[in-house]
């Protein structure tokens, strides 16, 4: 997505030789693997600094960024201050916006709807609506992965969990993906409108007659002893509505991208399906898809590197987990690597409060893909375009074959 935001001057206190010229929207190598060109971004330095989108740091060893993770105070999750999201939300997203008690405060209200005990009762519905997405594709040659499964799938979570039909599943998938990954101030804008607008609308209608879903809850939720704000409302369900549809597509995507190209994986999984998850967390380890933004409140010292009050700094979570320095062999994925962390669901007090939701969503997936269809690669002539916009890396599309 081609930003207004032009190129900055290099800031008084970055060192020149820190300093490289990386777009993450819109360069050309991320586009093609961004994976692959964080790891050779990496080899410039852990901590270097970008004059694109109104400049800002990007920190990549895993030692920085694990620090930076745990430093919430001093590396504030408001503002983003990366595109496009931000040129379009004005407000804070709530609770990921938010840092110290208030922060607490309202993270607590949402956590019983996404602790283990409270997904672990979904897994059955998730179960039956991948087995029905499988099914339609499980005996032909090709399919588009992301279109059959990848998108639909959270979809259908998100709707469950606000009490919606599911008919309107494609709909809200659409609408995501011209929000963040459309490449067009327009359509993004026009997108992210049409997911406000129905939300102002079905707020309204939980206030008057609530169900027993999230959004009810948050209707006529209390905190601090005063209720919450339609805009408040508004602020959490936009960020839960964004965050639920697009990070396990893309994450999806990813893990069956690398799958279809390492057949010896596929076949591990297939013999013994109970090496599944650490499977999973093995991919991942290698294959996180959100770099996170922070904004400085405070001076501080990274990694022997000054930075100021102000700055915008992303943590690049990929090149951390396939740091060198940390692991053998960083972009192998094995199985039985052990002792293994991963920076996939962030860490410190604003780790991914939906994580344990997508592990069970990405294993039902996993699980159900090796027991119902034969071996699978990429399609002949299938060419991966990635976008990177909006702070999360994903596939448009992953054609895959089945070899049958």
């Keep these: 997505m081609s930003s207004p935001i032009t190129d900055v001057p290099i800031p008084a206190h970055v060192p020149a030789e820190l300093v490289c010229d ?5 360069d050309p190598d ?7 060109a964080f790891d050779r971004l990496r080899e410039k330095g852990n901590i270097l600094w970008s004059p694109k989108l109104g400049g800002h740091w990007i920190v990549l060893g895993a030692h920085e960024v694990r620090e930076a993770f745990q430093k919430a105070d001093t590396f504030s999750n408001y503002p983003t201050g990366i595109p496009p999201l931000n040129e379009f939300w004005p407000r804070k997203l709530i609770p990921q916006e938010l840092d110290g008690d208030d922060h607490k405060r309202y993270r607590r209200l949402l956590t019983p709807f996404f602790s283990p005990s409270a997904i672990r009762p979904m897994a059955d519905s998730i179960r039956a609506r991948t087995h029905e997405l499988i099914s339609q594709f499980a005996d032909r040659d090709e399919v588009e992965f992301v279109d059959a499964v990848a998108r639909p799938l959270p979809s259908t979570v998100f709707l469950d969990l606000f009490g919606l039909p599911l008919e309107q599943a494609d709909v809200f998938t659409d609408w995501t993906y011209q929000l963040l990954h459309s490449g067009s101030h327009e359509k993004s804008a026009e997108a992210g409108q049409n997911v406000v607008t129905y939300l102002i609308e079905l707020i309204a209608q939980r206030r008057q007659d609530p169900k027993d879903d999230l959004l009810s809850t948050l209707t006529n939720a209390v905190v601090d002893g005063e209720p919450l704000t339609p805009d408040e409302v508004l602020d959490t369900a936009f960020l839960l509505f964004i965050a639920g549809l697009d990070t396990v597509t893309s994450q999806l995507g990813v893990v069956f991208h690398h799958l279809a190209q390492h057949p010896e994986l596929q076949q591990q ?17 290698v294959y996180p898809i959100v770099p996170p933004a922070r904004t400085l409140t405070e001076d501080y010292t ?18 951390a987990s396939r740091d060198p320095e940390v692991y053998d062999n960083p972009d192998v994925v094995e199985l039985h690597r052990g002792g293994s962390w991963t920076t996939a669901f962030g860490m410190g007090p604003h780790r991914c409060l939906g994580s344990h939701l ?27 375009k990635w ?9 448009d599309k992953l054609q895959l074959r089945f070899k049958k």
């Design 30 to 36: 991320l586009l093609a693997d961004p994976y692959a």
């Design 22 to 26: 990386t777009d993450i929207v819109n």
């Design 302 to 319: 990274l990694g022997g590197v000054e930075f100021k009050t102000g700055d915008t700094v992303l943590l690049a979570a990929s090149a």
């Design 269 to 285: 999984l297939r013999e013994d399906p109970e090496s599944i998850p650490a499977a999973l967390e093995e991919l991942l380890r």
């Design 358 to 384: 997508a592990r069970q969503e990405l294993t039902i997936v996993l699980e159900l893909m090796v027991e119902m269809v034969p071996e699978f690669e990429l399609a002949p002539g299938h060419e991966s």
């Design 387 to 395: 976008h990177t916009a909006g702070n999360v890396w994903g596939l």
